[in-house]
């Protein structure tokens, strides 16, 4: 009798060891569990972040290309204006 109180004792012992591990690995899962939701929003963050970078990139790259384009234009009117002032003074209509 004493033998099956001795065993069931160290059973007992043996048995709150594995559950004080399991509740250890059960508290460091939920950690876990949160850590990789934080990096989940972070991830999301950057996402975002790189969408608005792209987006500023693109109008940055694209800038000259719009000043070359006015440019252009301001030429040809220049040119145009110059033609006519030279056709006119020709004719004897400019002063």
Excluded: C, Y
């Amino acid at each position: 009798m004493i033998q099956m109180v001795t065993e069931n004792d160290l059973r007992s012992k043996d048995n709150a060891k594995r559950i004080e591990k399991l509740e250890q690995r059960q508290n460091e899962m939920g950690e876990l569990v949160t850590s990789v939701a934080l990096i989940a929003q972070r991830q999301e963050n950057v996402e975002t972040d790189v969408k608005e970078i792209k987006a500023d990139v693109k109008t940055l790259t694209e800038k000259p290309a719009k000043k070359w384009d006015s440019m252009g234009e301001k030429l040809l009117w220049l040119l145009l204006a110059a033609v006519i002032g030279f056709a006119l003074a020709h004719v004897g209509l400019a002063t």
